[in-house]
């Protein structure tokens, strides 16, 4: 057995302790996530890498066939692999290395592997992609290129485990909170503000765009207040017709009006003891605002068509995605309504405006939906991650949900694409793709941003063809990638 027999599938950096505990290499071997794991049969290519890449600061593990090297990933797990395609038994297909290339992700999804590929093997390396591979690379291997891809997806792989951090970290708030997931400021304040307010029974008022998630924090208050056994009953203002609303909301006494053939009780009196839910309240037409009025003041109601005081016990949690100062100006809603039921108003953010939240909401819910509709899938293409982050959510997570439930249904590999989610399919992306009031510069960058996002997922993450399609260098498009923060 020759040297290079000796070396693979061996950790080579047990060769440079001689050099002592003040090597670079030594020290940054401690670090489990800068494993790196070199798949080839070609041995030229092998003693090409290690030597190579020996002075930058990874663990080297060098493996030929894909078992050995399973093995050696599940021991270390690498955050950064190289894979070529092309492995024994079957050297001349990508049979073994796309076996590899499954397994791994199955075992470690947010491994980020570089398939090497020879270079009529395009279709070969679009379909790794497809499969989740980081980024993908053509024989001849040059070192300094190739070097620049790694220490990318190193830089990569550090800040998702940060970002995996901040989920678990949110994980505990899922559970207390009705499924409210979220880690940045404002999303942190939100959550404060609950569990301040929970124990009282003072009038909640609940803003924000549609779709930001307004019942998930009344429910939230709901359950971690003194009424948590008792009812929470919910009624949307806006979604029923103006003349039933008020029986609806007190209920009525048989003969009330034609069809009233039995006394009924109405929402209120049902969320007796517990919590009353008024959703899109500035949808309520104003002669009914008096009516809520008057029962908030006093706490008593009256059927309609009755004329006995019921005294009911309830909380009130209302929501309304409208400007009140707005409607209260336009003479649409009461001032003094406005100052019974919202005696503390908790402000949601919209999607658009909670940075790495995106990205955290999104692996929450497809977790979610994957149980619910009982399929198994690893996450998202860096393409997609790219486009989750860089869209503008005009519907919130309301729609992030919609897009994601699409996706799963859809996908054909374990990890998500922009395809499958929905995106680019109107032409150019630009969907919820706002200016606004930025300035040139921020326009600028924002269009940029825009345009490399859309020809990555245009060429399915291929750098070189979207570096082309934007007449820019494929330097240039990492220092682009670099710039806008987006992942690839």
Not at 233 to 261: W, Y
Not at 276 to 292: A, T
Request: hydrophobic share 40%; glycine share 10%.
């Amino acid at each position: 057995m020759d040297e290079m027999d000796d070396m693979v599938g061996m950790d080579v950096r047990d060769e440079a302790q001689q050099a002592g505990p003040g090597s670079p290499c030594i020290q940054e071997s401690r670090n489990i996530v800068d494993n790196l794991l070199i798949v080839d049969d070609n041995q030229d290519v092998l003693t090409q890498l290690k030597w190579g890449l020996a002075s930058e600061a990874y663990t080297l593990h060098l493996a030929s066939r894909v078992d050995e090297a399973l093995d050696i990933f599940r021991k270390t797990r690498p955050g950064v692999v190289t894979l070529d395609l092309g492995l024994p038994p079957h050297v001349d297909s990508s049979e073994e290395g796309f076996r590899g290339l499954v397994e791994m992700l199955k075992i470690n999804p947010s491994a980020k592997i570089i398939v090497v590929t020879g270079n009529d093997e395009r279709e070969n390396a679009l379909q790794a992609i497809k499969l989740g591979a980081f980024d993908f690379f053509r024989k001849p291997i040059d070192l300094a290129e190739l070097g620049v891809i790694i220490r990318r997806a190193f830089h990569l792989h550090s800040i998702e485990r940060e970002s995996v951090a901040q989920h678990d970290e949110s994980v505990v708030e899922i559970t207390d909170n009705c499924g409210i997931v979220g880690a940045c400021p404002s999303m942190r304040s939100v959550l404060g503000l609950i569990d301040k307010v929970a124990a009282s029974d003072v009038p909640i008022l609940v803003s924000g765009e549609s779709g930001t998630g307004k019942e998930l924090v009344a429910r939230a208050i709901h359950s971690k207040s003194l009424r948590r056994k008792g009812p929470m009953v919910c009624i949307n203002c806006g979604a029923i017709p103006e003349n039933l609303i008020e029986s609806e909301l007190f209920g009525h006494e048989k003969g009330a009006f034609t069809g009233a053939v039995s006394t009924v009780q109405g929402k209120v009196e049902y969320a007796s003891g517990g919590t009353l839910f008024l959703d899109e309240i500035g949808e309520l037409p104003v002669n009914l605002q008096v009516k809520l009025l008057r029962f908030l003041q006093e706490m008593v109601i009256q059927r309609v068509g009755g004329r006995k005081d019921i005294a009911v016990n309830v909380r009130i949690i209302a929501a309304t995605n409208i400007d009140i100062a707005a409607a209260i100006a336009a003479g649409n809603f009461r001032e003094d309504l406005y100052y019974r039921i919202g005696v503390v108003n908790i402000h949601l953010p919209p999607l658009r405006d909670r940075g790495g939240d995106v990205r955290i909401l999104a692996e929450y819910l497809l977790g979610r939906i994957c149980a619910e509709l009982g399929k198994k899938l690893s996450g998202f293409t860096p393409e997609a991650l790219a486009f989750l982050e860089g869209y503008g959510w005009p519907g919130n997570i309301r729609e992030l949900e919609n897009k994601l439930r699409r996706a799963v249904l859809l996908a054909d590999s374990n990890f998500i694409t922009p395809d499958e989610l929905g995106f680019g399919q109107a032409g150019n992306g630009m969907e919820g793709f706002s200016l606004g009031d930025k300035t040139l510069k921020e326009a600028r960058a924002m269009l940029e941003k825009k345009m490399v996002l859309t020809a990555l997922a245009r060429f399915e993450g291929n750098i070189v063809k979207a570096s082309e399609a934007l007449g820019i260098s494929r330097p240039t498009m990492y220092d682009l990638l670099k710039k806008h923060e987006i992942d690839n």
